[in-house]
T-cell receptor, first 113, second 116 residues
Framework: AQSVTQLGSHVSVSEGALVLLRCNYS??????LFWYVQYPNQGLQLLLK??????LVKGINGFEAEFKKSETSFHLTKPSAHMSDAAEYFC???????????FGKGTRLSVIA | GAVVSQHPSRVICKSGTSVKIECRSL??????MFWYRQFPKKSLMLMAT?????????EQGVEKDKFLINHASLTLSTLTVTSAHPEDSSFYIC????????????FGPGTRLTVT
């Protein structure tokens, strides 16, 4: 069975500071990994995904994540936080592109002016 | 792009009534759609997998007679919450797999159901 652990249910950073949201996964097969962002009362928007190939994945809005197999991690980063980045972020894993996603519990990002 | 819509976006119903939620892929065909449920300040939990032309597959603990899923076409899946109770109040989100395109799963904007 697959699982996702997101360390920190709430992360607060200052505007302009580095954003680091942690995600560790468990999977018995090579994983497909995703990061989604959710704004209040809205659906999920895909930030980025890792399937195969390059382990450093760049996404939208300046976010990127690195797949580290040895650490079973897929942490999300952004060099400089913006107020508009304040939202809920979900890490998810799948064993293929055609199966449902298993989500972490989410991390709420607050950005302080 | 690939757009998935849900209708309604928000619904309030009385206890004991049934509510239908539609999930549509607007510009692509989706042989498979997934229905998730999200409790307040919680993650998304898979409820069922909906395949076009066949019966839905439900996750353990999800009552198939209560949450009726129909996937009648390649662009539409419906979730009907029957005999709704206040504990069914939640945010329901669907996602659609784009046919012939791996790793392409698109999420709808969600439906907020409140049962009074």
């Amino acid at each position: 069975a697959q699982s996702v652990t997101q360390l920190g249910s709430h992360v607060s950073v200052s505007e302009g500071a580095l954003v680091l949201l942690r995600c560790n996964y468990s999977s018995s097969v090579p994983p497909y990994l995703f990061w989604y962002v959710q704004y209040p009362n809205q659906g999920l928007q895909l930030l980025l995904k890792y399937t195969t190939g390059a382990t450093l994945v760049k996404g939208i809005n300046g976010f990127e994540a690195e797949f580290k197999k040895s650490e079973t991690s897929f942490h999300l980063t952004k060099p400089s936080a913006h107020m508009s980045d304040a939202a809920e972020y979900f890490c998810a894993v799948s064993d293929s592109g055609n199966t449902p996603l298993v989500f972490g519990k989410g991390t709420r990002l607050s950005v302080i002016a | 792009g690939a757009v998935v819509s849900q209708h309604p976006s928000r619904v309030i119903c009385k206890s004991g009534t049934s509510v239908k939620i539609e999930c549509r892929s607007l510009d692509f065909q989706a042989t498979t759609m997934f229905w998730y449920r999200q409790f307040p300040k919680k993650s998304l939990m898979l409820m069922a997998t909906s395949n076009e032309g066949s019966k839905a597959t439900y996750e353990q603990g999800v009552e198939k007679d209560k949450f009726l899923i129909n996937h009648a076409s390649l662009t539409l899946s419906t979730l009907t919450v029957t005999s709704a109770h206040p504990e069914d109040s939640s945010f329901y989100i669907c996602s659609a797999l784009k046919k012939r395109a791996a790793y392409e799963q698109y999420f709808g904007p969600g439906t907020r159901l409140t049962v009074t």
